[in-house]
């Protein structure tokens, strides 16, 4: 309480919320009122309007405050993950939140999220246990988090909550763009910081529409190879496209076999004999990818400083 007065003299928040917001005019002001009641008092709310072509920025504009509330319009619709990103670039706090600007996520749960970053973590993600969306989104969801715990080897149940407490180093951190705020707690743990979780009450959405449909999935997908690229190769790109120009190796031999093996009918043993061509092919181009990506690191360090890891502590 007192290092909350303290925080509010010298004008300084405790918490920074950023809330993206594409066409969600129905829920400003109701948004608003919840955060004002569940923060301290010495906190900034920072919304985003993401080029939003409803009521969304007038709305803004009307519950603007100068010392608790400000608000951004980005000129054209850029995805979340870019308004997060303008976002963070204004926190003042030491802590961050993030929630969603559609009123799913309960302001109401921010203590929660402090209690487990108090425990010693560094990114504090929501658990929607009990998920209020269409049944396609959820099994999807359900999918798409457990395909991301096998590859990435991060154990979240919910990898894209978008309610998430952070401290401010690891959003000053953060580069994402496109739809990669789904990656957040794996470019997080990848760079060194403690992710934990927390459950969460997630409300079903009264205004507006979902921003995202099934492409969702297929975007996910496709943005895995770029994560791990971004993470666990990062520093071996060629590794990581030699286990692709294995697999694409392999799976070609494997059809090329079944193919002459005469054990398929015709037209699927062509198909067979003509995809497995293809992936034989592609082996030594994977492999080439990965060096040239080798290459453009190498070309990248040359006249500069060298990058060396990151020192958590030294004696020297
Ligand atoms: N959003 C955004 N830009 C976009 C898409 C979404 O700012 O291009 C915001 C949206 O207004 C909401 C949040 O991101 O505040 C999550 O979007 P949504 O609720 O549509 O996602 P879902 O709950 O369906 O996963
Ligand atoms: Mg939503």
């Excluded at 979240?156 to 998430?164: A, H, I, S």
């Excluded at 529409?209 to 099934?214: D, E, T, V």
């Excluded at 034989?280 to 990965?290: N, Q, R, S, T, W």
Aim: glycine content about 8%.
């Amino acid at each position: 309480m007192i290092g909350d007065l303290q925080a509010a003299m010298l004008g300084t928040p405790e918490i920074s919320v950023v809330v993206p917001m594409h066409n969600e005019e129905g829920s400003v002001e109701e948004l608003a009122r919840q955060l004002r009641q569940a923060l301290p008092e010495a906190h900034e709310v920072i919304f985003v309007d993401d080029g939003s072509t409803d009521r969304t920025w007038p709305r803004l504009l009307g519950i603007h405050d100068p010392d608790r509330v400000r608000v951004v319009k980005l000129r054209v619709r850029s995805g979340k993950s870019a308004a997060l990103m303008a976002g963070f670039a204004r926190c003042k706090a030491p802590v961050v939140f993030t929630l969603d600007g559609d009123l799913q996520d309960d302001p109401a749960e921010i203590p929660k999220f402090l209690s487990k970053l108090a425990e010693g973590h560094d990114l504090v993600s929501g658990w929607k246990r009990v998920r209020h969306d269409p049944l396609h989104k959820v099994a999807a969801s359900r999918v798409f988090n457990f395909v991301m715990r096998h590859a990435t080897g991060l154990q979240l149940r919910d990898m894209n909550c978008g309610f998430k407490c952070y401290r401010s180093e690891v959003v000053k951190r953060l580069r994402i763009h496109g739809d990669q705020h789904r990656f957040i707690p794996v470019f997080a743990a990848d760079a060194g910081f403690s992710v934990a979780e927390v459950e969460v009450r997630h409300r079903p959405r009264v205004h507006g529409r979902s921003k995202y449909g099934l492409s969702r999935m297929a975007k996910g997908f496709a943005d895995l190879g770029t994560v791990l690229l971004r993470t666990r190769y990062k520093d071996r790109p060629a590794h990581g496209f030699g286990l692709l120009a294995i697999a694409a190796g392999v799976s070609g031999i494997f059809l090329l076999l079944l193919s002459a093996g005469r054990f398929l009918p015709g037209l699927a043993a062509f198909a067979a004999e003509a995809l497995g061509a293809a992936l034989v092919v592609c082996a030594p181009v994977l492999i080439a990818a990965g060096w040239v990506a080798e290459f453009l690191l190498h070309c990248q360090a040359v006249g500069r400083k060298p990058e060396l890891p990151e020192v958590e502590q030294a004696r020297d």
